[in-house]
Nanobody, 115 residues
Framework: VQLQASGGGAVQAGGSLRLSCVGS????????IGWYRQAPGNQRDLVATITTGGTTWTAESVKGRFTISRDGADNAVYLHMNSLKPDDTGVYYCNRASYTDYFDWGQGTLVTVSS
């Protein structure tokens, strides 16, 4: 697996988590990276992206609550999640920010938000 997501857990509504996506320096230099969320029974949706130049985008459903960032020294991309809601529950994956080309998805990291 080229990218490994971690940092999930169980939190109460209103809480915060920071997810980490670790990979090689080459991957983060060559590809825009996205965080995806798959809620139970739903398709996998893109929630945030960061380009190789550092430009970020977040979905409307998480705007103002989630922030994506990159740390070149750690070869990592992070998803900072604040004011979590039960609707944020799901398995979070990191991968190329793409409509067609992806690395292996791996296991992802589970986030569970209770009300």
């Amino acid at each position: 697996v080229q990218l490994q997501a971690s940092g999930g857990g169980a939190v109460q509504a209103g809480g915060s988590l920071r997810l980490s996506c670790v990979g090689s320096r080459e991957i983060f230099s060559w590809y825009p990276i996205g965080w995806y969320r798959q809620a139970p029974g739903n398709q996998r949706d893109l929630v945030a992206t960061i380009t190789t130049g550092g430009t970020t985008w977040t979905a409307e459903s998480v705007k103002g609550r989630f922030t994506i960032s990159r740390d070149g020294a750690d070869n990592a991309v992070y998803l900072h999640m604040n004011s979590l809601k039960p609707d944020d529950t799901g398995v979070y994956y990191c991968n190329r920010a793409s409509y067609t080309d992806y690395f292996d998805w791996g296991q992802g990291t589970l986030v569970t938000v209770s009300s």
